[in-house]
Structures are given as C-alpha cells and as structure tokens.
C-alpha cells in the first residue's frame, strides 16, 4: 500500500525542483525526504526525477505521475485543513433538504466554505416539505413555495425555464407558421418531466400557447440533471431550468428547438418552521449564500 505521506512529498519535490526546498516545506529532514522519495519509486517500480547538479528534472513517467494524483492531494489537503480548523473550535450544524440538482450545481462544490456542519438530506417534493415538518431538516432549499404549513418562505433565486429536446430531433423551419400543428406534433412526442404535477410544463405551455398542455410525459425523473442527461442518448422534450442545462447546449449534446415568446421565470424559495432552534444557522447559512450568489452574478 503506498503511504500518503510519500505521495505528498513527491508532490512537493515537483512543485519545489530540489530536495532542499522540499525538506523546508514539508518541515522534514533532506535524508528524510529523499528515503520517502526512494519508498515512492521502489513501490511503483518506476524513476520519477532525473537528478542533476542543481535540481531535479521528472522524468516522463514522473510527470503523469504527477498528473494523476495532484487533484486528489489538494482535496485531501482541503479535508486536512477543515478538519484540523473545527477541532480548534466549535460549530454550528444544520440539515438541510434540497434538490440533487441543487446540491450538485450549487452546494456541492462550495462545502468547504461554509464554517459549519452540514447535513444534506434528498427527496422528493412530498418528501421533504414532511422532513421540514416533522424536524428532519431544518432548512429547505430548491424547492417552490408550498403551502397546507405553517412554514416561512425567503426567496432563493429566480431561474429561467426553457424547452430542449434531443439533439437528433429535426425541428420544422418555422414554427410560428402553423401554430396548431406545431402543437399537435409536440404533443405526440415523446417527454420527459420532474414529476407528474408538470408544473414547469404547464408554465411553458400557458406562455407560448395560451392553452394546457395535453401531454402524459413517457419518463418521470428525479432531477433536471437526469432529464438533461437522459436526452443525449433518448429522443425527447422537456422543460428545465437554462442555468443547469448551459454547458451542454454550448457542446451542442442537446438543443433549444426554438424559444418561448417571452422568457419564463420560476421562483426558488428557502422554506422553515418560525419556530426553529437553528434560526441562527439558517440566517447563517442564507447569508453565505447570497454572498456567494452576489459575487458569481
């Protein structure tokens, strides 16, 4: 098994060219070094630096090598970090419930920077208004405004909803042309939806044909990602917020057959019982968050 202490001093010695400046980062002896560098070497059976005068050359091996495990040691490096800052001090801790396509999009990669402990909880709509309810979350983020609860309501976030479908999908030149048959053949495709209310269809529909949709959508999926993700490989529409679908319209793995007449927005609130015994945290957490938002926007 290879010591992770080894990796983090090859990683040094790359970064840092020599031995000595190596020794001085790590805190470490230069013997003690250049016996982790020879461990390293001796287990994977390969030369990593070619040694010259004044400084060390990786070789070819050394710098794919490198490649392979510099992200992985940041990350180790981060979780070293946090963990060694919270037991200096205490935190606060909260659960949150929210979307899959919330926590991956949005939370997923902020983790680190909130000064708490956070515990994320899934479901479904259904699932996590009764969480909040029943005090299995304190928080609820990503989820649109309910009601039947006595809970308070922030706003979030406003998003833009937009059709896609496959990219494989031949499209009519002009949709507007024939506006009945433009719905008559939309109605007969295949489509996906976040769940059977069709919420966000119906708002789509409402907008650009003044009418209800009369569609039963084939795929019922947990999460926008997964209807994005689906529409690669399956032929389909569906109706999704535009901020989670950007970077695969950019590569051009799904489409926009056309635009809605004019933008529709839908509304993302944080949701909680008023009377809550992590009120501080949420304000807490809120606060960060709109920080975050503010500097991204």
Not at 28 to 43: D, R, Y
Not at 50 to 59: C, Y
Not at 174 to 187: S, T, V
Not at 209 to 229: C, G, M, N, Q
Request: aromatic residues 12%; hydrophobic residues 35%.
């Amino acid at each position: 098994m290879i010591n992770l202490e080894w990796l983090r001093t090859f990683g040094t010695i790359y970064e840092c060219k020599n031995i000595t400046e190596a020794s001085k980062q790590l805190n470490m002896t230069q013997p003690g070094v250049s016996k982790h560098l020879a461990a390293l070497e001796n287990h994977i059976g390969k030369k990593l630096f070619e040694r010259t005068t004044r400084k060390l050359m990786p070789t070819e091996y050394g710098k794919f090598y490198y490649s392979q495990i510099s992200v992985p040691l940041r990350e180790l490096e981060k979780v070293e970090h946090y963990s060694s800052k919270r037991v200096k001090k205490e935190r606060c801790a909260i659960t949150i419930g929210c979307t899959t396509d919330f926590f991956k999009k949005e939370l997923r990669h902020l983790i680190y920077s909130f000064d708490m402990y956070i515990v994320t909880c899934f479901g479904t709509e259904e699932e996590l208004i009764e969480a909040l309810e029943t005090d299995k979350i304190q928080l609820l983020v990503g989820i649109k405004k309910h009601s039947g609860y006595d809970h308070e309501f922030a706003f979030f976030k406003s998003e833009e909803l937009v059709l896609i479908c496959s990219n494989d999908i031949e499209i009519q030149e002009n949709p507007k042309k024939d506006e009945k048959q433009l719905i008559r053949w939309l109605q007969g495709q295949t489509w996906f939806s976040f769940d059977n209310k069709q919420d966000d269809l119906k708002k789509f529909w409402e907008t650009r044909f003044s009418s209800a949709p009369k569609i039963v959508p084939r795929y019922i999926l947990p999460s926008y990602l997964d209807i994005i993700e689906s529409m690669k490989y399956c032929q389909g529409f569906g109706i999704v917020p535009k901020p989670l679908c950007e970077k695969e319209l950019g590569n051009r793995t799904i489409k926009m057959p056309f635009a809605a007449s004019k933008p529709i927005h839908q509304k993302r609130y944080y949701s909680y019982k008023p009377k809550n015994s992590k009120l501080k945290e949420i304000l807490t957490f809120r606060e960060q968050m709109e920080i975050i938002h503010a500097n991204t926007t």
